[in-house]
Antibody, heavy 118, light 107 residues
């Protein structure tokens, strides 16, 4: 069974940092591209970042470019999102999402909630 | 960047009704278009990819069509378990933009 489990969310002050992790199982992590998607409370889905299998290509949404960094460790079957300079508008549930062969998002984690507030 | 606009933003229909949701892109692209369903309190679920290919396990009452800039998700006979919000997404190139969502309710 494919599983993606995010962790690392919590309450942080504006300007602070957090590192999200996504631990995966049930599939060969190193053969899949991955993404981060977030959803602010009561709002729609926002794609944030894409990373290829070997980490040689990484894309970011303009809203997080220069502040967030995506990485992965294929030996640990894990995906990461380092979030710096956090703002109130970054408050959201953050999802780790698998990119099916061909590119649509076929498996989603349950999400981890990030709250940016003083 | 290509923007994705869904219409309507919300709809209310009766059980058994045919429901259509439209997704329009600000410029044409290949058919790497997906539809997702998000039930209340749940994570999104992939329904359709490549504009018209049904994901495994998705009921056949869901179908997708379209090309270029205009895409459609159709529910042929609305069921109570279809309540939720539906999103389109262009996924071939970054940014992998989602539409703003269409909330579907039962009348």
């Amino acid at each position: 069974e494919v599983q993606l489990v995010e962790s690392g969310g919590g309450l942080v002050q504006p300007g602070g940092s957090l590192r999200l992790s996504c631990t995966t199982s049930g599939f060969t992590f190193s053969t899949y591209d991955m993404n981060w998607v977030r959803q602010a409370p009561g709002r729609g889905l926002e794609w944030l970042s894409f990373i290829t299998k070997s980490s040689n290509t990484i894309y970011y949404a303009d809203s997080i470019k220069g502040r967030f960094t995506t990485s992965r460790d294929n030996a640990r079957n894990s995906l990461y999102l380092q979030m710096n300079s956090l703002r109130a508008e970054d408050t959201a549930a953050y999802y780790c999402v698998r990119d099916r062969a061909g590119g649509a998002f076929d498996y989603w984690g349950q999400g981890t909630l990030v709250t940016v507030s003083s | 960047d290509i923007q994705m606009t869904q219409s309507p933003s919300s709809l209310s229909a009766s059980v058994g009704d045919r429901v259509t949701i439209t997704c329009r892109a600000s410029q044409g692209f290949n058919n790497y278009l997906a539809w997702y369903q998000q039930k209340p309190g749940k994570v999104p679920n992939l329904l359709i990819y490549s504009a018209s290919t049904l994901q495994s396990g998705v009921p056949s009452r869901f179908s997708g069509s379209g090309s270029g800039t205009d895409f459609t998700l159709t529910i042929s006979s609305l069921q109570p378990e279809d309540v939720g919000t539906y999103y389109c997404q262009k996924y071939y190139e970054a940014p992998k933009t989602f539409g703003q969502g269409t909330k579907v309710e039962i009348k």
